[in-house]
């Protein structure tokens, strides 16, 4: 008997709202790479970084992180106390929490992680769920240090989108 079909790739998850400082919409080289670039600024300042979902707390917004010249927007979490001085030249900024259905991938699969927003809206139009576009789509590169997954994978890194969804207007809680 395949029972395959019972599964479901898509996983639905709740992501608390968090404080963030934002790198701005930059070019991927210039968030990450080269004097003064905002990823050393953050190395500067781990002390206030906050792991807010899977043990991280940073984001793409635009859930690009190969493409080295489209811009990209990432955002490191904040402990709670951090305030918007402390991130001058940045900006902090809110992110409202939720639940987010996420798909995961290969970082280094192109191809497929081009794929997994497309296949995501496709799966939510046959569930209670619609996209939320009040929040963003956002991205995250999970980093698995062990000997298994990277061999199994031939990367220690996955790739995961996170699609913001909420019910369906007639599906309300409400009613």
Not at 23 to 30: A, M, N, R, T, V
Request: aromatic share 14%.
């Amino acid at each position: 008997m395949n029972n395959l079909n019972k599964f479901q790739p898509i996983m639905l998850v709740d992501i608390p709202s968090f404080k963030a400082v934002a790198s701005g919409w930059k070019p991927f080289g210039e968030i990450f790479f080269g004097e003064g670039c905002f990823y050393e600024w953050m190395g500067e300042r781990w002390s206030m970084f906050k792991a807010v979902f899977l043990d991280g707390g940073v984001f793409s917004m635009n859930g690009q992180t190969d493409d080295h010249e489209t811009p990209s927007n990432y955002i490191f979490a904040m402990n709670d106390d951090v305030t918007a001085c402390d991130v001058v030249p940045y900006e902090l900024v809110e992110i409202k929490g939720g639940v987010y259905a996420a798909l995961r991938c290969s970082e280094n699969d192109f191809e497929t992680r081009d794929a997994i927003t497309p296949v995501i809206m496709e799966w939510l139009e046959g569930t209670n769920f619609e996209y939320d576009c009040e929040r963003p789509i956002m991205a995250q590169v999970l980093f698995c240090h062990h000997p298994i997954i990277e061999k199994g994978l031939g990367s220690n890194h996955q790739f995961q989108r996170y699609v913001p969804i909420k019910l369906r207007p007639d599906k309300s809680l409400s009613g």
